[in-house]
């Protein structure tokens, strides 16, 4: 029952900071170092997946923690394809 609870916690914060980054990413106006570095700081999520196996049972991380990363990507392309699918390169809306 656990290894549920951790697998879809970790998944949804994942899709979470996915969706948040690539709504980030596409609102900025230029691709700047600031940009790329605020984005790359926050789909890594070591802070993050660090907390998630401290709060572990004691029997130490389990695999569903890689489920993190999985929904960072899944969020991101999501939220991207969603904006390109409204909106021009250039940020203008679609007709």
Do not use: C, N
Request: aromatic share 12%; no cysteine; charged share 15%.
């Amino acid at each position: 029952m656990t290894d549920w609870i951790v697998a879809a916690g970790t998944t949804s914060l994942g899709l979470l900071i996915g969706a948040i980054v690539g709504w980030y990413f596409s609102e900025a106006q230029k691709t700047t170092l600031t940009v790329l570095t605020s984005s790359i700081a926050a789909i890594a999520g070591a802070p993050i997946v660090a907390m998630l196996k401290f709060l572990a049972e004691p029997r130490g991380p389990t695999h569903e923690f890689w489920l993190y990363p999985v929904g960072v990507l899944i969020g991101f392309v999501i939220v991207i394809a969603l904006e390109l699918r409204h909106y021009d390169y250039y940020g203008q809306k679609r007709q």
